[in-house]
Each structure stands twice: as structure tokens, then as C-alpha cells.
T-cell receptor
């Protein structure tokens, strides 16, 4: 069965410090992996995605993530965070179902809180 | 830049009433989705829709829910008889192809009293 685990519910970090938000998944088939950011009272914005190819993917706002198939992980990183990065971050996994449709499962989210 | 839009932004309804949430996906997209997010919880998949039919649905998407693309631009989610536990933020998303890079709308906050 498909599942996504975000290991940290909250991550407090000081401004300009590096951060890693962890995501592990399980799926019986090939998957497509995504990170979304949700600012307060807003919708979901795509940060980055892994579909195939290079396992290191770069996204918007200086974020990057590395797909590790052996560890079934897709951790999100940023070398230096800003106050404006304070938001909820969701890891998501999509896989192709027998029906031909895609089903996307989201993790529970990690609240990144950047302190001055 | 094209974006997914949703109306209304907020809706308050009485338990047992029918509600229709509306979405206008990005114009060249072919795949459409609905998700919900109960306050403080994770985003949950409801349904995906392609070629005028449901391609995948979750266990949440029971007989009280239905989706429709009535006119080639709108994509609607209908809840026939709302329950208190239907109170949530409902997000529409669309993608141009598969695998799905989905673009989300701003959401409709539904409150059932």
C-alpha cells in the first residue's frame, strides 16, 4: 500500500541556517515524488518534483531534494533559510493505479518555523 | 501565468444541504482532481477525473460525492447531503498529462453547521 511519512511535525530553525525536512514513502510500484509548500490560508504551491532521471532535483526558492530509491526517501533541503520560508511543507507520492488513473498521497506535513 | 481558480472561497451550509464547489482548471489540462484538508490535518485525495469519467477515487469519495465537468471549462464537486465532518478546505487541482504534476487552486473552505 502507498504511504508517505514525514518524520518531523515541526522544525524550528534560525534564519540563514540549513534545513532538511524528511520524507519517506512506501509503494509497490514506480512512484513520482513531489514537495509542496502551503503558506497560511493559501493553497498548495509546487516546490519541486521527481519524475525520472537525475536523483537530485532543484526547485523554486532555493530548495532541492534527493530521491533515494534504496532508502525510499525524498528529503527536502535548503542551505540557508529565510523568515519567508516559514510555512507548512508537504511531501506527496503519486503512482499509476490499475485503473489507469493516478492517486496522490500526501504526508502529514512539516511546519517549518524560521526564527530571526 | 495560468492558474486554477475555485469558487466560492468560503461556504457555510446547514447539515443535510447540498453544496456544489466549482473549479476552473488550467485551460489545456486534461486531468482533474479534488482533495480535502480538514483543519490541521493532511491533504487527502478524493478523486481524479479524465476523459469525462472518474479514473480513481478514494474510500472517502462515497455515494454522497459526485464530480462533473458540465461545460468543458468548469469542474465541480457536489456533496449531496452534507455532514458536520465534511467541514474542510477543498482543493481542486489539474494536470496537463501523466505522470501528474498537479497545479492546485486556492481552495474552498466549507463549514457545515
Amino acid at each position: 500500500a502507498q504511504s508517505v511519512t514525514q518524520l518531523d511535525s515541526q522544525v524550528p530553525v534560525f534564519e540563514e541556517a540549513p534545513v532538511e525536512l524528511r520524507c519517506n514513502y512506501s509503494s509497490s510500484v514506480s512512484v513520482y515524488l513531489f514537495w509542496y509548500v502551503q503558506y497560511p490560508n493559501q493553497g498548495l504551491q509546487l516546490l519541486l518534483k521527481y519524475l525520472s532521471g537525475s536523483t537530485l532535483v532543484k526547485g523554486i526558492n532555493g530548495f532541492e531534494a534527493e530521491f533515494n530509491k534504496s532508502q525510499t526517501s525524498f528529503h527536502l533541503r535548503k542551505p540557508s533559510v529565510h523568515i519567508s520560508d516559514t510555512a507548512e511543507y508537504f511531501c506527496a507520492v503519486s503512482d499509476l493505479r490499475d485503473t489507469g488513473g493516478f492517486k496522490t498521497i500526501f504526508g502529514a506535513g512539516t511546519r517549518l518555523f524560521v526564527k530571526a | 501565468e495560468p492558474e486554477v481558480t475555485q469558487t466560492p472561497s468560503h461556504q457555510v451550509t446547514q447539515m443535510g444541504q447540498e453544496v456544489i464547489l466549482r473549479c476552473v482548471p488550467i485551460s489545456n489540462h486534461l486531468y482533474f482532481y479534488w482533495y480535502r484538508q480538514i483543519l490541521g490535518q493532511k491533504v487527502e485525495f478524493l478523486v481524479s477525473f479524465y476523459n469525462n469519467e472518474i479514473s480513481e477515487k478514494s474510500e472517502i469519495f462515497d455515494d454522497q460525492f459526485s464530480v462533473e465537468r458540465p461545460d468543458g471549462s468548469n469542474f465541480t464537486l457536489k456533496i449531496r447531503s452534507t455532514k458536520l465532518e465534511d467541514s474542510a478546505m477543498y482543493f481542486c487541482a489539474s494536470s496537463v498529462t501523466s505522470p501528474p504534476t498537479q497545479y492546485f487552486g486556492p481552495g474552498t473552505r466549507l463549514l457545515v453547521l
